[in-house]
């Protein structure tokens, strides 16, 4: 069975000594799951001292974003090979880096490449903006950005990927809109169905596909319940660890239910 993947990006807040709060309180809060991986993707800053903090059987570790060239004149950036040791994911091609970095779909592409080059599992973002969305071309960007962002890699390699499905629309530095969950049961759908095209039957069924956009407590369960939806990728809520362990917590319910009526 594959776990419940729940991420939480905490974008560009907290210090070091924040973060380290955070995730103390967070500590304190969540519990070992052996069904349910929680991911935190704090600042490149933290990165460092919460690895050596975290508990591991509790938490792993993402960067927002990292270069895709190993090493060089690049001032400023931190590559993939640097993250080696440090993290288990990546984020690639978020909205945020789309948008405020004009990140283009080559790039994203690059860096997919060097996660996977470099042992790190990337979660790919991807989404369609209000105006696609109006226009009728969700699906056409999701086959764009997906098809571009993967076109390096292998059917094995796709098998480990993590796909987040996040209409920008719906993120909440954007428009911050609420989604409907079965909407977004169709646009995962496609995603796997695209996976399927391109990869294959298995690499669609092992591909983990997560909603991401404005998701908090009270809409959580909603997300995961979701045929296909591998998990949830949580921003603002994140950084509120009420929330977030509330996020968490409705995960275990929702995985203890299922126990339970097939038992
Ligand atoms: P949000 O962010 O939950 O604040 O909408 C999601 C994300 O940035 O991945």
Request: one cysteine or more.
């Amino acid at each position: 069975m594959k776990k419940i993947l729940i991420v939480a990006n905490w974008k560009m807040h907290l210090d070091t000594h924040e973060a380290s709060l955070l995730l103390h309180r967070l500590s304190q809060r969540i519990k070992v799951h052996r069904d349910i991986e929680v991911v935190l993707a704090p600042s490149v800053l933290s990165l460092q001292p919460l690895s050596l903090e975290i508990d591991r059987r509790k938490f792993r570790l993402s960067a927002q974003d990292a270069y895709f060239k190993d090493e060089g004149p690049y001032t400023g950036e931190v590559s993939f090979s640097m993250l080696r040791e440090l993290v288990h994911y990546c984020l690639i091609g978020h909205s945020g880096r789309r948008v405020y970095f004009g990140e283009s779909l080559e790039m994203v592409r690059d860096k997919v490449q060097a996660a996977v080059r470099n042992g790190i599992v990337p979660i790919l973002c991807i989404g369609e903006t209000k105006e696609e969305r109006n226009m009728g071309e969700t699906k056409q960007v999701i086959h764009d950005k997906l098809t571009s962002a993967l076109s390096n890699l292998t059917a094995e390699d796709i098998q480990d990927i993590v796909i987040a499905y996040e209409p920008i629309w719906a993120i909440s530095t954007f428009e911050g809109e609420v989604a409907k969950p079965d909407d977004m049961a169709k646009a995962i759908k496609y995603i796997r169905y695209q996976i399927k095209e391109l990869y294959g039957p298995v690499a669609a069924r092992d591909v983990r596909v997560l909603y991401g956009g404005s998701v908090d407590d009270h809409d959580a369960r909603a997300y995961l319940a979701l045929d296909g939806c591998d998990g949830v990728l949580v921003g603002a809520a994140s950084l509120n660890y009420h929330q977030f362990s509330a996020i968490v917590d409705s995960a275990y319910k929702l995985l203890s239910e299922r126990t339970n009526s097939k038992s």
